[in-house]
């Protein structure tokens, strides 16, 4: 969503890169560049000219003056100004003291709020809440029955006492839920309000009547991320006409330019708290700040994918398959190969996986192209051996590999493939899990199968000695008492001198500037 407005501020700032000094020049150009960036983003104009000002505020200060790196300090200056407009600080649900909870969503029809309360609902399920979802949306065609199948599939119960459809009174059904949901021990109540194409007095009122009678400890207004410019006037229509206490951003994985979630807060004065970015229920999580200013200046976003990685990876499984490297690696097999594929594929698409890491902004067209059937083809041709041949692929004989090349609707040759890439991972992994680095890889520990070229001495001249003859005995007599050291046994302090164990070179010599020092 953000690819617009990434591209334009990495181009802004590698035009600052080398500079030591910021000109008052350099300074407008780039506050220029990001002005255009944010409005081609669909940035409100209010808050386009307000961060504007205060970067190029900040930029004529002494902290880029003074800076040893004065681009560098701008890039922190802009991400600092993101967080502010996003919001700041990370906003938590507030929770009644005395249950239930009631949490009521408001917006327009289409901005996703019926799926979204499944999503927030299966969300406070993981957090150890009892949620229960309210059908109170009786106008829009079928909305009663989308709730109560999202529901089923976030396991979450779903009070739906009327049809919708046009019938019933969603007023009533709101004052009755709050009673149900004691009845049942139920401690957070989500309420599924009625949306309209566009802001209207009878969306207001009735909107107004259903929070005034369930009291709502939570009013999330539910706004879609590719509305643009809209954005900012429906969220004031309903700030004044119904009132909202915080933001959830829906659509997210959209391809719009994502104006709306740079407006909404710094506009309405009211934080984003969720976001939703994509179709399935897992696809949810808390808004934050910094995060997102993170994501849009392509510095990735490694804590929420750390956070995906610990809800999707079983810890003592992961142990296991560590331990096994760390033996040897013949006892992983392509059993846990699978299971640890299964663990990633739980974390989302690969394309959301690379793009939260770092860097990874400059690569985001290949990235965009990775085919996700790519793991489901791997996935079936795992499955398609027996368990005997998952745990000791090396009796997989032609015969064999041509059977589970029928059996998955792949070809032998992407059997071949898949059996030798599981060996050379294989054999890679247990080197990294021994902590030995990659083998074949210079400079690196562990490293194995040098070339022989690599390992013979290279020709030319010889080592140099210096022209100076009082300096050239000394170097010498040094020379000398290295090798006598070295011929005595290891140092008394206990360094084995090389990375081996071996002693060190005893023609070493101290490069020309630290020996001046010393």
């Not at 808050?47 to 800076?67: D, L, P, Q, T, Y």
């Not at 967080?83 to 969503?105: C, D, N, S, W, Y």
């Not at 079928?142 to 976030?154: F, H, K, P, S, Y």
């Not at 998955?408 to 680095?437: C, E, H, I, P, Y």
């Amino acid at each position: 969503m953000f690819d617009t407005l990434q591209d334009r501020l990495a181009a802004t700032f590698k035009s600052l890169r080398g500079k030591g000094r910021l000109s008052e020049a350099d300074i407008d150009a780039t506050a220029r560049e990001i002005r255009i960036a944010l409005l081609e983003a669909d940035v409100a104009l209010p808050v386009v000219k307000e961060f504007v000002a205060r970067v190029k505020e900040r930029g004529r200060g002494a902290e880029v003056s003074a800076a040893l790196n004065p681009a560098q300090q701008v890039i922190k200056i802009v991400n600092d100004e993101l967080v502010e407009i996003l919001g700041g600080e990370t906003r938590r649900l507030r929770f009644a003291k005395k249950a239930p909870t009631v949490i009521m969503l408001a917006g327009l029809q289409g901005a996703g709020k019926t799926t979204l309360a499944a999503k927030l609902g299966r969300w406070l399920k993981e957090q150890g809440s009892s949620p229960m979802l309210v059908a109170a949306d009786l106008q829009r065609p079928n909305a009663v029955n989308q709730l109560q199948i999202v529901g089923q599939q976030a396991g979450v119960t779903v009070y739906a006492p009327e049809p919708g459809n046009g019938v019933g009174d969603p007023v009533q059904v709101a004052r009755n839920s709050i009673d149900e949901a004691r009845r049942t021990l139920h401690d957070v109540v989500i309420v599924d309000t009625a949306g309209r194409l566009g802001v209207d007095a009878e969306l207001m009122r009735q909107a107004a009547d259903i929070r005034d009678v369930v009291q709502p400890d939570e009013v999330l207004y539910v706004v879609d991320a590719m509305i643009g410019q809209d954005a900012v006037t429906t969220a004031q229509a309903f700030l004044d006409g119904v009132g909202f206490s915080g933001v959830v951003l829906s659509k997210l994985d959209g391809d719009a330019r994502g104006g709306a979630a740079l407006s909404v807060a710094q506009i309405t004065g009211r934080q984003v708290m969720f976001a939703s970015n994509g179709e399935k229920l897992t696809d949810f999580d808390v808004f934050h700040p910094d995060r997102m200013a993170s994501r849009i200046l392509g510095m990735g976003d490694m804590l929420t994918l750390i956070e995906q990685a610990e809800k999707a990876f079983d810890a003592d499984e992961a142990a296991k398959a560590a331990a096994k490297l760390q033996a040897g690696g013949g006892d992983f097999t392509l059993d846990d190969f699978l299971q640890q594929m299964q663990a990633v594929r739980k974390m989302g698409s690969l394309s959301k996986i690379f793009g939260m890491m770092p860097g990874m902004a400059q690569v985001k067209d290949q990235i965009a192209s990775i085919d996700e059937r790519e793991i489901d083809r791997i996935q079936a041709v795992i499955l398609s051996m027996t368990p005997s041949e998952r745990a000791n692929p090396k009796m997989i004989d032609g015969s064999r590999r041509t059977r589970i090349a029928r059996g998955s609707g792949t070809t032998v040759s992407d059997v071949n493939g898949l059996v030798d890439r599981f060996f050379d991972a294989r054999k890679m992994m247990s080197q990294l899990a021994s902590g030995g680095g990659i083998p074949g890889m210079p400079g690196i520990p562990g490293m194995a199968k040098r070339s022989k070229a690599r390992q013979q001495p290279k020709k030319g001249r010889g080592k140099r000695t210096s022209g100076n003859p009082a300096r050239r005995a000394a170097e010498e007599q040094a020379a000398a008492g290295r090798r006598a050291a070295a011929s005595a046994g290891p140092s008394p302090f206990g360094d084995p001198g090389g990375p081996d164990g071996t002693a060190a070179d005893p023609d070493f010599a101290l490069p020309k500037e630290l020996r001046e020092l010393l």
